[in-house]
């Protein structure tokens, strides 16, 4: 059973408005959590990560997500997406302390609209 | 500059036909994995490795070998490929395990026929 869901394949927005993307993990107790970002021809680059503590977590690149422990989600957004955003998008978990396995859910891809 | 550099970048080879991707960071790393990445899938992780001669199998190991005798290099071995091998692979590098930032290489791109 995949442990970490992204629902949506592919998004397209338009440059200027407002994104999110969507994660779902399906372990009992909460995750380590990361966002992840790939640029077309390139590695993966950590936009932000979540532990614990304070739910809205704030990253590079002026992204945020927002842990949901009553809807075991961790959601990306931005509130103005750029050109440059246009990427795949890699939600990641790392089920518990001591376990050194980063699980990655398959990606949501980013197309943007001038 | 900080990175982890894999080489080659692209790779057609034959069914059978041994072959090593290496990976080598700059950055003093602890922690150093292997993923690979198709279609729909993302990545998965194929093997790990915590510091010099500790390496662990990840999702899906079989059909490579790994090995890591200096802290920098931890190269990826195909003993015997076969077409379903084919993909894009990464390595990372990260401090001091899995919950430190993951650093990536430019990936290399696999095409066995």
């Known amino acids: 059973a995949q442990s970490v869901t992204q629902p949506d394949i592919h998004i397209t927005v338009s440059e200027g408005a407002s994104l999110e993307l969507r994660c779902n993990y399906s372990?009992?107790?909460?995750?380590?959590l990361f966002w992840y970002v790939q640029s077309p021809g390139q590695g993966l680059q950590l936009l932000l990560k979540y532990f614990s503590g304070d739910t809205l977590v704030q990253g590079i690149k002026g992204f945020e997500a927002e842990f949901k422990r009553s809807q075991s989600s961790f959601n990306l957004r931005k509130p103005s997406v750029h050109w440059s955003d246009a990427a795949e998008y890699f939600c990641a978990v790392v089920r518990n302390f001591g376990n050194e396995k980063l699980t990655f859910g398959t990606g949501t891809r980013l197309t943007i609209i001038p | 500059e900080a990175q982890v550099t894999q080489n080659p970048r692209y790779l057609i080879t034959v069914t059978g036909k041994k072959l090593t991707v290496t990976c080598s960071q700059n950055?003093?790393?602890?922690?150093m994995s292997w993923y690979r990445q198709d279609p729909g899938l993302g990545l998965r992780q194929i093997y790990y490795s915590m510091n010099v001669e500790v390496t662990d199998k990840g999702d899906v190991p079989e059909g490579y070998k790994v090995s890591r005798k200096e802290k920098r290099n931890f190269p990826l071995i195909l003993e015997s490929p076969s077409p379903n091998q084919t993909s894009l692979y990464f390595c990372a590098s990260s401090s001091s395990g899995v919950l430190t930032e993951a650093f990536f290489g430019q990936g290399t791109r696999l095409t066995v026929v």
């Open positions: 372990y009992g107790a909460t995750p380590y």
């Open positions: 950055m003093n790393h602890e922690y």
